[in-house]
């Protein structure tokens, strides 16, 4: 997948606490065990309250990528290190080090990885998107531990289009906000996603370490990494 310079990545240039590219080429990852996909009808029951998006395992039938490419990162679906809920978490670890991104060259301003619609990158585009409307979601709830380095936050993206003009809700988490300890988050941190953002759903949720450079200086930062638990669509 090609990356071209979008709104998203001039955003992060100029002014670091907005939104991130989404659309890039990555290394997929593909979890062991897949479940059947309850979107398949293209919205879940309008009657359930939640839905869990992991719990011990992916339960979308899709899988997740790296971002912007895997350099210098590890991603772990059923990790058994770490669980809020069971005995299996997803874990992320990113040391701070260049990842190539086709725009910014090699750069260590950001990475992550993607929950996707589709099995892995290159079906972002040719996937159809799922609507989630019907089922009335407002929020997203994860639970989170881990450890941050110092001028890195952990950005969270969700429900996410893949549009490239359009904006998906985000969080940002800081460095002390981020503990070793199960902390829950939820997206947003106050009011509700507008049910619009749920219509045309291509990326689950995107978890991000963000660095910002310190002034004077073009060091790298150390990255950090994260357990995630327990992600869940809720009205």
Known sequence: MTLTMTRRVARLLMAPGLGLIMLMSGCDKVPSRKLTDPLASEAVSQSAPTWVIYDEDLTTGGGAMLLPESANQELLFGSKQSAHSGVKSIYYSWNGGEVFDTTLGMQHLF??????????????NTVPAKNLSPAGFTKVTFW???SLSE??????????????????PTLDISRSQLSTEWTQFTLPASGAIPASQFTNVKQYATF????????GTTNA?????????????EK
């Open 208 to 215: 991000l370490f963000v660095f910002t450079q310190p002034t």
């Open 111 to 124: 990475a992550g990885f993607s929950i996707l619609v589709g099995l892995n990158s290159s079906q972002l």
């Open 144 to 146: 989170a531990r881990g």
């Open 151 to 168: 001028n890195t936050i952990l950005r969270v993206e969700a429900p996410d289009d893949g549009n490239n003009k359009t904006s998906p």
């Open 221 to 233: 930062g150390e990255g950090g990494y994260v357990y995630i638990d327990q992600i869940t669509y």
